[in-house]
């Protein structure tokens, strides 16, 4: 293949080819490459690449560069270790949440009569993989019904919150929140009614909560709210705020309608606490409510 045929290849590739001499300096820059940086081969031809994207100089980069001068071997740049190499922006149609294109990139040598002449770099644009792999991740931790955390990972949480509250002396509050009869509601209603009923209380929870805050479904008709550096009594307000709004929002679904109510138990930690005294002293606050009348917030002594 002659050169004009090798550069028309490249060109068409949907990912980004640069090639460098040792010192850096650009010697090629393909269309991919012009689309992505905004910057045309013309400006790019001859300069430094680390003086074009100065981010990019970085000890790993350097290592894998000396690495490909020095042993003609293929160096990588992962993207979850790296995130980008280049700071280009998504490109159009990408998946939402990326201030930056995410990137998978390699580099290889290239040889003349033996010895290794310049380097070429691969780019490629791998947002969309990295966008469904989150969401995968994210699927993991969720509870399929309501969207609320799972027991696992608010387990984990729950954890690595009360570390934190050791360490930085903040308080941490937990809510545990049951609805009422919700066995009636299912028998009277139908199950299919009762999702949306767990549903709906989901919904409200997320809808008083800050972004700092952990939303699960714990069990059944259970949930707990994990509200990092709240103590006791900003804990049982929230959470009688919760009640309060469960209250003034009944479930309508199937044309049918039915009003929903919740008991709640809030506790915040001590000093001391693990995970299992938390969780007890909510538990045993959540139980007062019920055994008080239900609809009702009690908060732990």
């Not at 998978?104 to 009569?113: D, I, K, N, S, V």
Request: hydrophobic share 40%; aromatic share 8%.
């Amino acid at each position: 293949m002659s050169p004009p045929d090798l550069v028309q290849v490249l060109d068409g590739l949907g990912q980004g080819v640069v090639v460098l001499d040792p010192g850096c300096r650009v010697l090629y820059w393909n269309r991919w490459m012009e689309r992505a940086s905004g910057r045309g081969a013309a400006e790019a031809l001859g300069a430094s690449l680390l003086e074009l994207y100065p981010g990019i100089d970085t000890p790993a980069f350097r290592r894998n560069l000396k690495s490909v001068l020095s042993f003609g071997i293929v160096a990588y740049f992962s993207q979850r270790i790296h995130g980008q190499l280049f700071p280009f922006a998504p490109a159009p149609g990408s998946p939402e949440g990326f201030e930056l294109m995410q990137q998978r990139c390699a580099m290889g040598p290239l040889r003349e009569e033996g010895r290794v002449a310049s380097v070429y770099l691969t780019v490629e644009d791998v947002t969309e993989t990295v966008s469904f792999q989150r969401r995968l991740a994210e699927l993991a931790l969720r509870d399929v019904l309501t969207s609320a955390f799972n027991r696992r990972f608010f387990d984990r949480r729950l954890g690595e919150e009360l570390e934190r509250t050791r360490r930085y002396g903040h308080s941490l509050g937990l809510v545990m929140i049951d609805i009422d009869h919700f066995k009636a509601v299912n028998d009277g209603f139908g199950h299919q009614f009762g999702d949306e009923a767990l549903k709906n209380l989901a919904a409200v929870c997320g809808q008083a909560i800050r972004a700092s805050d952990v939303l699960a479904r714990y069990g059944g008709e259970e949930f707990c709210l994990l509200l990092p550096e709240t103590d006791l009594a900003e804990t049982a307000a929230l959470a009688e705020r919760v009640r309060a709004a469960v209250e003034r929002s009944p479930v309508r679904a199937f044309g049918r309608v039915a009003d929903l109510t919740i008991s709640a138990g809030a506790a915040a930690s001590r000093e001391g606490d693990g995970p299992d005294e938390l969780l007890r002293r909510a538990d045993e606050a959540l139980y007062a409510a019920k055994a008080g009348g239900r609809n009702r917030v009690e908060a732990s002594p």
